[in-house]
């Protein structure tokens, strides 16, 4: 009797080791395919920044940015201010005069100060009458041909109205320069747009 009890003993220790190593094994970390599928990292694709990403700068074609150069009137080869320019088309100008003067601001941006006045005149050497409102002038000054302000003095007189064919008109426009930027003075004059501008160069010190 003692032996059976002995022998049932033994049987059902070895029954509870035998339970413990398969529930162990179980346990382990990576055992089912869950724990597996879950222990590894997403990976993540970063979006790149093409052309069609928001917030992304197209560069300009070069062919704009020599658009805009070429937008730019002509100018026909520079003359000494005491000599006529021709337009081309049968407009000429002439510079009548510069003069140095304290020129006198008035309005909004204008400062008194140096400058030079000066005298123009445009002979309407074609069959039609031609329109002044579209004159422009400007100014530079310097071996940096560094642009005057224009100003607007009590002397200032632009070209306006028309000028029939063979008739000469006069404007006078005033610009702020220092007295000591004199050297080089440009003056472009400019009597419709697209035409090529008339340009006079030479010291006005």
Not at 50 to 77: H, I, M
Not at 165 to 175: I, K, N
Not at 183 to 188: A, K, L, Y
């Amino acid at each position: 009797m003692r032996l059976l009890l002995a022998l049932a003993a033994v049987a059902l220790v070895a029954l509870v080791a035998v339970f413990v190593l398969v529930r162990g094994d179980d346990d382990e970390p990576g055992g089912s395919p869950a724990a597996t599928a879950s222990s590894t990292p997403a990976t993540v694709t970063e979006p790149s920044l093409g052309a069609d990403a928001p917030g992304a700068q197209a560069t300009p074609p070069a062919e704009a940015s020599q658009a805009a150069v070429d937008d730019l009137p002509p100018r026909q080869a520079p003359v000494a201010l005491d000599q006529p320019a021709a337009a081309g088309d049968g407009v000429t100008a002439t510079v009548a005069s510069v003069e140095a003067i304290n020129g006198f601001g008035q309005g909004r941006g204008n400062v008194s100060g140096p400058a030079l006045r000066v005298t123009l005149t445009i002979t309407n050497g074609t069959d039609d009458i031609l329109d002044l409102g579209g004159v422009a002038v400007d100014l530079t000054h310097g071996t940096d041909a560094v642009p005057a302000s224009p100003l607007d003095d009590r002397s200032h007189a632009p070209f306006s109205g028309s000028l029939e064919p063979g008739e000469t008109a006069e404007g006078v426009y005033v610009f702020s320069v220092p007295p000591d930027d004199r050297g080089t003075v440009t003056v472009s004059v400019g009597h419709r747009a697209g035409a090529p501008f008339m340009v006079f160069t030479g010291s006005a010190g």
